[in-house]
């Protein structure tokens, strides 16, 4: 069974660790004595994707939920690769992983990214990112709408907040969402209150570090964790039944 989609299953937000490939078992280890729901592999941030090299990473991190996202540079990642090779990539991981993150603007390939995704039972993420600025609501919606038609099992959308007008239309994205999955995070500090709130309104998934800082707004695990905790009861109640 996939680890991830049961967990979606249970109805409750999700706390996602962001990794690269730096000292993978100890970051696993980690992970699973912190009660990590779900492992984000940044493979875009490794410094090798030669396949067993990623093959090894998504290993380390067994009896977790892995996520592979592979960001490409336009959409404020690492990968600068091709698209040829980066669809190679998700095609190796898909089938030992519980999840891929592609973009809808990897026109290209994100179909056969969910494909490949699809085929072993790998729940497909579409996302769209935009580190500049948060865009009206009609360009958004054109964004769920694009990833449905790709056949995203969820859709993701991660865009700059500078203005609390800013995080209502994201908040309305969401209460209006309908039964389309969806992950919604407002990036930068306005932002900061989506990762904790926004799972509230029906966000699947909200994102953390452990360490460093990657992405502005972001709360680390240790904190994030409490506060889901304290806000979300049906989460709190399950990390207490795992905790006991
Ligand atoms: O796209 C996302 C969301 C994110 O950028 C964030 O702002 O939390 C963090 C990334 O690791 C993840 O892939």
Redesign the pocket.
């Known amino acids: 069974m996939n680890g991830m989609r049961a967990l979606l299953g249970l109805g409750i937000p999700l706390i996602?660790v962001?990794f690269s490939d730096d000292d993978s078992e100890r970051a696993a280890a980690e992970a699973r004595s912190a009660g990590v729901d779900v492992a984000?592999l940044?493979i875009d941030r490794f410094s090798r994707t030669d396949a067993g090299h990623v093959r090894a990473q998504v290993r380390a991190f067994d009896g977790l939920p892995v996520l592979a996202?592979v960001?490409s540079a336009a959409e404020?990642g690492g990968w600068t690769g091709g698209e040829e090779a980066r669809l190679e990539l998700f095609r190796e991981v898909a089938p030992l992983v519980d999840a891929v993150?592609v973009e809808l603007s990897a026109r290209a390939i994100v179909a056969d990214v969910v494909a490949a995704a699809h085929a072993h039972d790998a729940v497909a993420i579409v996302?769209y990112?935009n580190f500049d600025h948060t865009p009206d609501i009609a360009e958004l919606d054109a964004v769920v709408r694009g990833a449905k038609e790709v056949g995203a099992d969820i859709v993701?959308i991660?865009t700059m907040a500078t203005t609390t007008a800013d995080l209502k239309v994201l908040a309305s994205l969401l209460v209006n969402s309908g039964d389309t999955e969806m992950i919604v995070?407002a990036?930068g500090a306005i932002g900061t209150a989506s990762?904790i709130f926004f799972p509230a309104l029906g966000s699947r998934l909200?994102?953390t570090f452990i360490g460093h800082q990657?992405?502005s707004?972001?709360l680390d695990y240790a904190e994030t964790s409490a506060l889901i905790r304290k806000f979300h009861p049906a989460y709190d109640e399950r990390k207490g039944a795992v905790d006991a």
Do not use: F, L, V
Request: glycine content about 10%; overall charge positive; hydrophobic content about 15%.
């Open positions: 996602a962001s984000e940044r996202t960001r404020g993150d996302s990112h993701k991660s995070i990036m990762r909200t994102y990657p992405t707004g972001q």
